[in-house]
């Protein structure tokens, strides 16, 4: 099946300190989605990706749809504590069958008070 | 509205037992999914129900089944209970109408002794 790559697969970082993190495949993917986790609960919709070039923001939050439709990227502006989580990315492959996503094994986040 | 729920959210059970694992969502959603989630992976889907009246295996359904038993639920039954199925199984669902985007529950965590 499609696999996405997901990096980096943790990070350590100082509060107040912009995180990046990515998520490519060999495919094209016409749909990117973002999920953040957090321990003992289930994944929850950060944004939603629908066109190349594609910018959007949800408060510190931002994701972009790469160009190539092949990868997507998340940046988290001025991290405070409560990001800890693990961020997964997931894509609706093109050729995929109804609405099925192929997520990525997620980027763990701590953030160092 | 409650979203997605799922139940139990713990259960233990021996090798070879059955049983069943419900979700409902009240979103009004068409379609709804089964992952299972392991450590150091990402999301894997077992089966899911595009549509009321309509299932379909996913990456990972040896040792499961599933029934749609309306719009509302879609549950998933471990018919004789193994090990490797020691898992956190969650529910999904989304709309149809070329939304991607799905809204998952708080999870059922599974161990088989």
């Known amino acids: 099946g499609q696999q996405l790559n997901q990096s980096p697969q943790s990070m350590f970082i100082q509060e107040g300190e912009d995180v990046s993190m990515n998520c490519t495949s060999s495919s094209i993917f016409n749909t990117w989605l973002w999920y953040k986790q957090d321990p003992g609960e289930g994944p929850v919709l950060l944004i939603a990706l629908y066109k190349a070039g594609e910018l959007t923001s949800n408060g510190r939050l931002t994701a972009q749809f790469g160009i190539t439709r092949k990868d997507s990227f998340l940046n988290i502006s001025a991290s405070i504590p409560s990001d800890v989580g693990i961020y997964f990315c997931?894509?609706?492959?093109?050729?995929?069958?109804?609405?099925?996503?192929?997520f990525g094994k997620g980027t763990k986040l701590s953030v160092i008070p | 509205n409650a979203g997605v729920t799922q139940t139990p959210k713990f259960q233990v059970l021996k090798t070879g037992q059955s049983m069943t694992l419900q979700c409902a969502q009240d979103?009004?959603?068409?379609?709804m999914y089964w992952y299972r989630q392991d450590p150091g992976m990402g999301l894997r889907l077992i089966y899911y129900s595009a549509s009321e009246g309509t299932t379909d295996k996913g990456e990972v359904p040896n040792g499961y089944n599933v029934s749609r038993l309306n719009k509302r639920e879609f549950s998933l039954r471990l018919e004789s209970a193994a090990p490797s199925q020691t898992s956190v199984y969650f529910c999904?669902?989304?709309?149809?109408?070329?939304?991607?985007?799905?809204?998952f529950g708080p999870g059922t965590r599974l161990t088989v002794t």
């Open positions: 997931a894509g609706h492959f093109s050729g995929a069958g109804s609405y099925q996503l192929t």
């Open positions: 979103m009004n959603h068409n379609s």
């Open positions: 999904a669902s989304s709309s149809s109408g070329g939304s991607y985007e799905q809204y």
